[in-house]
């Protein structure tokens, strides 16, 4: 009697632990479909963007003879293109022009951005808000509205067919990197600033050793945009340089042509497929900090 009461005793039994309850089987099949949905929609999206690079590369080996042919891919691949490519026009000259005008302009608009994104974030001042939303409205007007008033000014001053229009341009930074310079700058916390003013700093002392090295990506990513702008940058070039000092983008687009003027479009398929590739590579050094960039970049007003 004493051994049953123990057996069926509660306190004294033993209870096995209940398996936790399987989620439904409809919603985990429905998430599924939208992950299978999304998955071919970048799939699809991503063949749309490399379509038009996979015909460049196509017909930047393609033979002069095949160009026009109603056939997808030509009998074959003439990797002499490239070489032909270089040869035919100045290409390191026009390189070496490129680069240098490119990394001029981005270092010169990274940090005059920089410094004047700062004083919109943390100096106070009459009028700061009015300039700033000036500033914004500039980023609505297409360059090329500003582009004969601008020449007519270099041009006035001896400036035309010298690299100092892009000196002054870079000196006076992009609208857009300001306004990042500016939101970045804002979300930092003020004591920061504060125990500097306390440990005697200056101003440009708080700038350069506190704002800056913080705003490492954000650098990277200003710099990476203003070297695009001025290497993809085809009109400033053709309108304000000579045939001595002009770009990669101008000996490509108008380099490329017979004796009759007419276009070889191979050979500015393999010049144009060679224009990329610096950027490209810029692009895949910088992923990393161009992507962190802008996702530190903020949203504080």
Same mark, same amino acid.
């Given at each position: 009697m004493a051994l049953h009461d123990v057996r069926t005793d509660p306190e004294t039994t033993t209870r096995t632990p209940r398996p936790a309850p399987r989620p439904p089987a409809a919603p985990i099949r429905r998430r599924r479909e939208r992950n299978r949905i999304a998955f071919a929609i970048l799939v699809l999206v991503a063949l749309l963007v490399?379509?038009?690079?996979?015909?460049?590369?196509?017909?930047?080996?393609?033979?002069?003879?095949?160009?026009?042919?109603?056939?997808?891919?030509?009998?074959?691949?003439?990797?002499?293109?490239?070489?032909? =490519?270089?040869?035919?026009?100045?290409?390191w000259d026009l390189t070496r022009n490129s680069v240098f005008l490119a990394t001029l302009s981005g270092v010169l608009t990274t940090f005059s951005s920089a410094i004047?994104?700062?004083?919109?974030?943390?100096?106070?001042?009459?009028?700061?808000?009015?300039?700033?939303?000036?500033?914004?409205?500039?980023?609505?007007?297409?360059?090329?509205?500003?582009?004969?008033?601008?020449?007519?000014?270099?041009?006035?001053?001896?400036?035309?067919?010298?690299?100092?229009?892009?000196?002054?341009?870079?000196?006076?930074? /992009?609208?857009?990197?300001?306004?990042?310079?500016?939101?970045?700058?804002?979300?930092?916390?003020?004591?920061?600033e504060e125990a500097a003013i306390i440990d005697g700093a200056g101003r440009i002392r708080i700038f350069v050793q506190i704002f800056l090295p913080l705003s490492r990506p954000l650098l990277v990513t200003a710099f990476v945009l203003a070297f695009n702008a001025v290497w993809g940058d085809f009109v400033a070039p053709d309108l304000f340089l000579n045939s001595s000092n002009?770009?990669?983008?101008?000996?490509?687009?108008?380099?490329? /042509?017979?004796? =009759?003027?007419?276009?070889?479009?191979?050979?500015?398929?393999?010049? =144009?497929?060679?224009?990329?590739?610096?950027?490209?590579?810029?692009?895949?050094?910088?992923?990393?900090?161009?992507v962190r960039g802008f996702a530190n970049s903020g949203l504080k007003g």
């Open positions: 490399t379509a038009p690079f996979v015909e460049l590369l196509i017909s930047a080996l393609t033979p002069g003879s095949e160009i026009g042919a109603d056939r997808w891919l030509p009998s074959m691949f003439r990797w002499a293109n490239i070489s032909d =490519a270089i040869d035919y026009i100045p290409y004047t994104g700062y004083g919109f974030a943390r100096m106070r001042g009459p009028g700061k808000k009015f300039l700033f939303g000036v500033l914004i409205m500039t980023m609505m007007v297409p360059p090329i509205v500003t582009l004969i008033p601008t020449y007519l000014l270099f041009s006035r001053y001896g400036l035309v067919g010298t690299y100092l229009p892009w000196v002054f341009w870079g000196a006076a930074g /992009t609208p857009y990197t300001i306004f990042l310079y500016r939101q970045f700058f804002s979300s930092m916390p003020k004591e920061l002009t770009t990669l983008a101008v000996g490509v687009s108008s380099g490329y /042509t017979n004796q =009759a003027g007419y276009p070889l479009y191979n050979l500015l398929a393999s010049g =144009a497929m060679l224009y990329v590739i610096p950027v490209v590579l810029l692009f895949l050094f910088a992923q990393r900090s161009y």
